[in-house]
């Protein structure tokens, strides 16, 4: 698919290219086709697009999802939406990880890493505050 039109107002020619040339070079084979995606207007060469998917053609996932819709593919859809992963918070990956690592040790290792673990766990006493320095009073001033 190669993109023309305004800006804010796309449409597309289905062209037939050779892999090494960029779609956006302006440089290809044969034009097989428009579409319109505001007014989904489609209008594709048949005849075109089967006869150079015969010697090898390959369309995108896209215009192959566009082949299947229309009926000139006999094939499944292709899943062309990026996969979502859920921002993982700092406190749930850093649990994972050391289950993670903990279950793929041998048996004696991941007994002694379950052993740290606890070690890990056991409260530390609070370090002492240090005293305060007592303000002097307005008026006088503090020696250096």
Do not use: C
């Not at 779609?23 to 097989?32: D, I, L, P, Q, S």
């Amino acid at each position: 698919m190669q993109r023309t039109g305004r800006i804010n107002d796309p449409s597309y020619r289905l062209i037939v290219t050779e892999h090494t040339a960029s779609v956006a070079t302006g440089k290809f084979v044969e034009k097989v086709g428009t579409y319109d995606p505001k007014s989904k207007v489609r209008q594709l060469s048949e005849e075109r697009i089967k006869y150079w998917m015969s010697v090898g053609a390959k369309p995108s996932a896209t215009v192959h999802n566009m082949l299947v819709s229309l009926g000139i593919l006999n094939a499944k859809k292709i899943n062309v939406l990026p996969s979502y992963k859920a921002p993982a918070s700092p406190e749930a990956t850093q649990g994972e990880t050391q289950a993670d690592v903990s279950s793929n040790l041998p048996a004696e290792a991941s007994a002694l890493a379950e052993v740290s673990a606890k070690e890990e766990e056991v409260p530390t006493e609070a370090p002492a505050e240090e005293p305060k320095e007592e303000e002097a009073p307005a008026g006088e001033e503090k020696a250096l």
